[in-house]
Each structure stands twice: as structure tokens, then as C-alpha cells.
């Protein structure tokens, strides 16, 4: 039986080579081919997207609280935009940061399938909760149950911020524990090119993150709501 450390370590290594693949891939696109690619990202599927001064604009839609936006917003990662004329608010996205998303995009579907190969991770995981009306919806990379320990696993293209992560991974092991019994001992864990950064996650621990998640939301919302851009009847 290979022991997880050793599985890890395998899914560590081919996350860095692909990225090095992928990286230099990008690292040939154009600004314009970079924009081009990037209104066509299969995560702005159903939005409305446009480009303007060589960024995309992609709109942040509230019918679903997507758990991305609401950490990147937490963590001021994300540029929430309100566009006067349209009446909404919109995530833009230069090229450097459109190059890292086609890079991520292209690493986990790669990566993810050759985890799923070494042992039974389950893979993209989609999850949803609702709160206070709201829904919020995450999807997982990896997750896996060994030996009564169920490992939560976010696979990144760039640094690691560990701050972010314990919050990315408490709201997903949340989230997957609504749904799942006997889930054990809870292990995060994201791994990059360089390491694989590990988290203890508590029910204690879990519960707290969830709870700043939900208030972070409801900023969001009070945020929208004095721009009157949407409305919440």
C-alpha cells in the first residue's frame, strides 16, 4: 500500500511540472491573445463579460455567493468594480491575472486526473450551503478518507498564502462535512510546486471560519446595497 505522504508527494511533483509546462505556454501568449483567452474562461460562462483598457471584466453575480470571491474579497485579492452605466458590479482581471487563471485551469484538470489515478480521491467536489437566505457554493479539489482521516486538498499554481488557505480549506471541510458522515479526523492540505501545507481543522475551528465567511458576505451584500446595485427583496 503506498503510505499518503508518498501520494502527496507524487501529486506534488506533477503539479510542478505542469506548471512549468503551462507557465511557459502563457508565457508566450500576447496582452491581446491573453485577453481574448481570457473572456472565453469557463468559470464567466453565463455572465456578462466585457473588455475594456486590456481588462476583463467578468459580472459578479449574488444569486450564488461564489466562496472564491467572498475569501478574495476578505483577503483584498479581488478588484470588485461598480460599472455606473451597467448597473453592476464586476471582478476585473488584468493579463498577468488572466494568465494565471488559464494556467490554474489547465494544471488541476491534469493534476486532479492523475490523483484520481494513484488512490480514490474523489475529485471537484461541488458543495453549497445556505445562509441567512444567502447560498454559498465551493468547489474542492481533492478529498480523500485514509484510515479515518478525511484530507481536504486544494491544489495551487502560485504561492501559498497560509492565512488564506486555512480559511479556503475550513469553509470546504464545513461544507463537506454537512454532507458526509464519518468524516473523522479533518486534514487540509494545499500544495503547490514548492510544499505541501498542512492544517488541522477542528470542528471548533471549522465552525469559527464559517461564521467570518457568512459575515464577510453580509458585508458584501451591505456593500452592494449602498450602491443599490442589486436588489435582495
Known sequence: MILMDDILEKIRTKLATEVKRAKEKYNQKTTAELIESGRRIKSFAGKDVFIKMNKVYSEVNFDRFS???????????TDLI???????LYESYRPDQIKRL???NEVHSIVERYASKL??????QKMRLEA????????????????DTTYIIDLKT????????TYQLGAYAYLYSLTHKNVGKIVGLAINSETIYKVELPPSK???????????????KRD???KKVYNFN
Open 206 to 220: 471549522i465552525e469559527s471560519i464559517m461564521y467570518d465567511i457568512i459575515k464577510t458576505k453580509d458585508e458584501i
Open 67 to 77: 466562496l472564491t470571491t467572498i475569501l478574495s474579497y476578505m483577503f483584498g485579492y
Open 224 to 226: 452592494l446595497e449602498a
Open 132 to 147: 441567512d437566505g444567502d447560498v454559498i457554493v465551493g468547489k474542492l479539489d481533492l478529498v480523500i478518507n485514509k484510515e
Open 158 to 165: 502560485g504561492k501559498i498564502n497560509e492565512d488564506y488557505v
Open 102 to 104: 488559464l494556467i490554474g
Open 82 to 88: 461598480y460599472v455606473p452605466e451597467k448597473d453592476k
Open 119 to 124: 488512490s480514490n480521491f474523489a475529485i471537484e
